[in-house]
């Protein structure tokens, strides 16, 4: 099962700015890659995936201040994030997601995640 390692959180003002990275155990070059991220007392949401091809989608919530990417050759995957504003305090987690007979999972083990923090 591939393993994730999130990287790059912190605390940071509102308006601020930060880039999060996913180190994964094997190769992503299959895999579409996808950030989620869990606020207090809130399930874990979807907010941005990249597949395979590089296309991207993104949560209503977030398009226009989160950008994902990845470097296959990394086997790293990234999360730009501007403009940032304190709803979007959360732990922040990637995985790699495969779509069979139509249903897109979640492959991989989760990670521990990275902590944003926005606050003045």
């Known amino acids: 099962q591939v393993q994730f390692v999130e990287s790059g959180g912190g605390l940071v003002q509102p308006g601020g700015s930060l880039k999060l990275s996913c180190a994964a155990s094997e190769s992503i070059s299959i895999y579409a890659m996808a950030w989620y991220r869990q606020a207090p007392g809130k399930q874990r949401e979807l907010v941005a995936t990249?597949?395979?091809?590089?296309?991207?989608t993104y949560a209503d919530s977030v398009k226009g201040r989160f950008t994902v990417s990845r470097d296959n050759a990394l086997n790293t995957a990234y999360l730009q994030i501007h403009s940032l504003e304190p709803e979007d305090t959360a732990v922040f987690y990637c995985?790699?997601?495969?779509?069979?007979?139509?249903?897109?999972?979640?492959?991989?083990?989760w990670g521990r995640g990275t902590q944003v923090t926005v606050s003045s």
């Open positions: 995985n790699a997601l495969v779509t069979v007979l139509g249903t897109t999972t979640p492959v991989g083990s």
């Open positions: 990249i597949h395979t091809g590089g296309s991207t």
